[in-house]
């Protein structure tokens, strides 16, 4: 099965790049998905629970992200499972597309996935194709809020010095300033290919990022009536 999907976020293509392509911070946004571990070659591991009506999927596996390109801003994903208690299991392929949209970015998605077992019998009627624009939509307000809630870039080692010396200029005479920069620029030239342990004796080490809270999981009652209920809108909208 193919989707073609897309949505916006209201922030600069450049942030939403970088928060898309951080696997471990952005998985939890997809309602139900968890990340547990990865492996030194990129590969994620993690888990996706979700239950629609009778049917429950408790899926265990791994993403990866195959290739991405900063230039045009395009990034291609595998992802593969299997459900905990062997009834069936998933593969996709994500390629992900950004583009700027005025102050915003709106991101194309094209998957090509396969489900097996009894979360297959979903995709009659397009249900899976309304399962996932919903999962899609939560998916992006939630991508949205963390954006607008991370802080600011940290300064490198080198622009902290830099910014220092900068702020110690001030009121001084031409003789004190060539001092001050004088020691900014040895203060520069010790951090040069140091390794962060190296470098803790000349600069702060930032704290390790906190994982983000994972979203709740997806709530199949729920989601099948707003489904539903969207349908038969669009129904009555014909007539």
């Known amino acids: 099965m193919r989707l073609e999907q897309s949505f916006e976020v209201d922030a600069p293509v450049e942030q939403v790049w970088t928060a898309l392509t951080d696997l471990e911070q952005v998985a939890p946004c997809l309602p139900g998905a968890a990340i547990t571990g990865h492996d030194d070659d990129g590969t994620y591991h993690g888990t996706f629970q979700v239950k629609l009506g009778p049917t429950t999927a408790n899926?265990?596996?791994?993403?990866?992200?195959?290739?991405?390109?900063?230039?045009?801003?395009?990034?291609?994903?595998?992802?593969?499972?299997?459900?905990?208690?062997?009834?069936?299991?998933?593969s996709a392929t994500i390629?992900?597309?950004?583009?700027?949209?005025?102050?915003?970015?709106?991101?194309?998605?094209?998957?090509?996935?396969?489900?097996?077992?009894?979360?297959?019998?979903?995709?009659?009627?397009?249900?899976?194709?309304?399962?996932?624009n919903r999962l899609l939509r939560d998916f992006a307000t939630c991508l949205q809020q963390r954006l607008v809630a991370e802080p600011a870039g940290g300064l490198t080692a080198d622009e902290a010095a830099a910014s220092a010396g900068a702020g110690d200029t001030a009121g001084k005479t031409p003789a004190?300033?060539?001092?001050?920069?004088?020691?900014?620029?040895?203060?520069?030239?010790?951090?040069?290919?140091?390794?962060?342990?190296?470098?803790?004796?000349?600069?702060?080490?930032?704290?390790?990022?906190?994982?983000?809270?994972?979203?709740?999981?997806?709530?199949?009652?729920?989601?099948?009536?707003?489904?539903?209920?969207?349908?038969?809108?669009?129904?009555?909208?014909?007539?």
């Open 95 to 132: 390629v992900n597309t950004l583009h700027e949209s005025g102050a915003g970015t709106r991101v194309e998605a094209v998957t090509d996935f396969t489900i097996t077992g009894r979360l297959a019998t979903f995709g009659r009627g397009g249900m899976i194709k309304d399962i996932s």
């Open 176 to 239: 004190e300033v060539s001092g001050t920069a004088a020691a900014v620029s040895a203060n520069t030239g010790e951090t040069a290919g140091k390794t962060p342990a190296e470098l803790s004796g000349t600069a702060p080490v930032q704290p390790p990022r906190p994982a983000p809270a994972p979203a709740p999981p997806v709530k199949g009652f729920s989601l099948l009536l707003s489904i539903l209920w969207g349908r038969i809108r669009g129904l009555l909208r014909r007539r």
């Open 59 to 90: 899926y265990r596996g791994t993403i990866k992200i195959d290739s991405a390109d900063p230039a045009t801003r395009t990034a291609t994903l595998s992802a593969r499972g299997s459900d905990k208690r062997g009834q069936g299991g998933a």
